[in-house]
């Protein structure tokens, strides 16, 4: 496993790790909001056992630096992404996106559509973020009901949410102003797209609306989840991601 700095275009240092063989392909991990991209080490270490897995911390959290309030724009997060690719010279990747990130994820194709093999979004919406206590409450639902049925709740790990500058807190929320009721340009995507949404995340309705207008794009419902899959059904993350990548990798 290999970590390291890469430099965005406004000079704000972002962190990144980059683990499995080089020789696979690449498959870029973008996290979901307020979260270091430790979250992802459910997954992360068993993808690399056969695909080169990068992830990073976006800016304004984990060991990234914060940059300014103003720059944190979607279309910002959109061009660190590729800043570290470039960095690690990667000229393609799969884009995997989760809740938050899966915003940023869905941008790069539109943005820079020879740079994404295939797209994989979690708990995504082209709309405005459902109200937290609703994401809460449809949780704690899902929660219910995998104890009803034998399954063991993730166990959160309080590093994955660590943010070494405590002033990177919150400034993902300036990405929302100005943003449109609906993500335009959908329908010109021609990336192969996985969008993938729990049975009880509020998100539910954009998903499925996501997989409608990109076209090709397929739907996968997962069972007893909410919003932030990785945090309730890593297996489903891990089993869905796989499968998507032995489909259009090889």
């Given at each position: 496993m290999d970590g390291g700095l890469a430099t965005a275009a406004d000079g704000v240092r972002l962190?990144?790790?980059?683990?499995?063989?080089?020789?696979?392909?690449?498959?870029?991990?973008?996290?979901?909001?307020?979260?270091?991209?430790?979250?992802?080490?459910?997954?992360?270490?068993?993808?690399?056992?056969?695909?080169?897995?990068?992830?990073?911390?976006?800016?304004?959290?984990?060991?990234?630096?914060?940059?300014?309030?103003?720059?944190?724009?979607?279309?910002?997060?959109?061009?660190?992404?590729?800043?570290?690719l470039d960095h690690l010279r990667v000229d393609r990747a799969f884009v995997c996106g989760m809740a938050f990130g899966a915003r940023v994820a869905m941008r790069l194709p539109l943005a820079a559509p020879q740079r994404v093999r295939g797209l994989v979004l979690f708990d995504a919406t082209g709309g405005p973020p459902a109200p937290e206590?609703?994401?809460?409450?449809?949780?704690?639902?899902?929660?219910?009901?995998?104890?009803?049925?034998?399954?063991?709740?993730?166990?959160?790990?309080?590093?994955?949410?660590?943010?070494?500058?405590?002033?990177?807190a919150g400034l993902n929320r300036h990405a929302f102003a100005g943003q449109p009721d609906?993500?335009?340009?959908l329908e010109a995507m021609r990336t192969p797209t996985l969008v993938a949404c729990g049975d009880h995340d509020p998100n539910l309705?954009?998903?499925?609306?996501?997989?409608?207008?990109?076209?090709?794009?397929?739907?996968?419902?997962?069972?007893?989840?909410?919003?932030?899959?990785?945090?309730?059904?890593?297996?489903?993350?891990?089993?869905l991601t796989a499968a998507f990548l032995e489909e259009y990798a090889r």
């Open positions: 962190a990144y790790l980059d683990e499995g063989p080089r020789e696979a392909p690449a498959l870029f991990l973008c996290t979901m909001g307020a979260a270091a991209m430790s979250v992802w080490d459910p997954v992360a270490g068993p993808l690399a056992q056969g695909w080169r897995v990068i992830r990073h911390d976006r800016r304004g959290d984990g060991e990234s630096d914060p940059g300014a309030p103003e720059s944190h724009r979607f279309e910002t997060y959109a061009a660190d992404a590729l800043a570290v206590p609703e994401r809460r409450a449809k949780a704690e639902a899902a929660a219910r009901l995998r104890t009803a049925a034998g399954l063991a709740n993730v166990a959160v790990d309080r590093r994955w949410f660590h943010r070494r500058d405590p002033s990177g609906w993500l335009p340009g309705p954009g998903a499925r609306r996501l997989a409608a207008e990109i076209p090709g794009a397929r739907f996968e419902l997962m069972d007893m989840t909410g919003h932030a899959s990785i945090l309730e059904r890593p297996d489903l993350v891990l089993q």
